[in-house]
């Protein structure tokens, strides 16, 4: 838990989970009513890790949680496949685009002399 930041993991086996899960949801809600902390359910997503399809969804406050593909977590981008790929396919665009920037620079620099 960060100032900010909670996050809550469990692991689906049966119908009862998702339930238990949901019931989880609604003890953070109430925890947060009671400390007047407001939860912003807008910046709040699920994301399903492996090949479990569901359409089951989850409530935060009246409102439905967003469920996602992929999601950042301290900085690193990851897929429901617990694939790194559109992490590390960002991380190569900026450093191709800071490459690009110093040889530009560097290629001015050349020009003037």
Do not use: P
């Not at 692991?11 to 400390?35: G, P």
């Not at 409530?59 to 900085?75: A, F, T």
């Not at 790194?84 to 800071?98: D, E, G, L, P, Q």
Request: glycine fraction near 2%.
């Amino acid at each position: 838990m960060y100032a900010d930041d909670v996050k809550l993991y469990t692991t689906i086996e049966c119908e009862n989970d998702y339930h238990l899960l949901q019931a989880k949801l609604y003890d953070v809600q109430r925890w947060s009513d009671l400390w007047q902390l407001n939860i912003s359910y807008k910046k709040c997503n699920i994301i399903i890790l492996g090949n479990v399809k569901s359409s089951v969804d989850f409530m935060l406050n009246g409102n439905v949680i967003q469920k996602v593909e992929s999601l950042r977590d301290l900085g690193v981008i990851v897929n429901c496949n617990l694939k790194f790929t559109s992490h590390i396919n960002k991380i190569v665009c900026r450093a191709h685009a800071r490459s690009n920037l110093i040889h530009n620079v560097l290629f001015l620099v050349t020009l003037t002399h």
